[in-house]
């Protein structure tokens, strides 16, 4: 049984999908949603039978922002004492791989969840942007920096200033997307994705995956350190073993996460 409000969370062979539903306000990211939201993944990120998480919306929308209704009621005092940064925090922390499935808008803090996936699928009907600029702000969590990493400072300045969207096709050639496929389709793609990489070894995914997020915080010799001394821990596992000896013995591996 679905334990919360804002969110629905089902588990299927490895896979934890979590969905935004809050609809008729087209998945705006209130606080108490982001809660849940890393409640739940805090909970996977513990959970031995899951491998991968997605998060997605709705066939006509991702999430359209956070809500502006709460925002509006928020000076710099109650900023000040946000707990949206920390809970942004718990999210990207998820040591996990995170698809976002995406089909219609992902704009604003929707933008910033997609943003702290590792990969993103999106519909052919996907938007993505970042216009806080049109209330009188900028992005807060996140979208600024990420954005530039993903798509370079041109497209993320014209973003961010304009608060211009762009559509699948523009997201996948700026690298921004993975892959995109019919709105219909947009869940299922990124649910067998994340069956496969739960089939992988999870101390060698983990690892993998703080190694690409350090490459965005780090000089290159050090995050080329970084890489090289996960290379060689992962020596010491016994899933380096199983996977050498099913390779040579030509039979599909059992790892263990061990």
Not at 134 to 155: E, H, K, N, T, Y
Request: proline content about 5%; overall charge negative; aromatic content about 4%.
């Amino acid at each position: 049984m679905n334990r919360y409000q804002d969110i629905i969370t089902e588990q299927s062979q490895g896979v934890l999908t979590v969905t935004l539903n809050r609809p008729e306000v087209r998945n705006a990211l209130r606080t108490a949603m982001l809660a849940e939201l890393a409640d739940a993944l805090d909970a996977a990120a513990t959970d031995d039978a899951i491998g991968a998480v997605v998060i997605t919306g709705d066939q006509r929308c991702f999430a359209a922002g956070a809500d502006v209704a709460e925002m509006a009621g928020m000076d710099m005092t109650d900023m000040l004492d946000d707990p949206r940064p920390a809970l942004w925090q718990r999210i990207q922390q998820c040591p996990k791989p995170l698809i976002a499935a995406v089909n219609g808008h992902a704009l604003g803090a929707g933008c910033e969840l997609a943003l702290q996936a590792d990969i993103i699928h999106a519909g052919r009907n996907a938007r993505f942007g970042q216009p806080e600029i049109r209330l009188g702000i900028i992005p807060g969590a996140g979208g600024i920096q990420r954005l530039i990493r993903r798509v370079g400072r041109s497209l993320a300045s014209e973003m961010v200033f304009s608060g211009a969207f762009i559509d699948a096709r523009t997201a996948l050639r700026a690298g921004l997307v993975s892959r995109v496929c019919e709105p219909e389709l947009t869940l299922e793609d990124a649910q067998t994705l994340a069956r496969e990489l739960a089939s992988r070894p999870p101390l060698a995914i983990r690892q993998a995956k703080q190694a690409l997020r350090l490459a965005d915080e780090m000089p290159l010799s050090a995050a080329l350190e970084f890489e090289r001394k996960a290379f060689v821990l992962l020596a010491g596992t016994e899933d380096r073993q199983e996977g050498l000896a099913a390779f040579l013995e030509k039979r599909p591996p059992e790892f263990k996460g061990r």
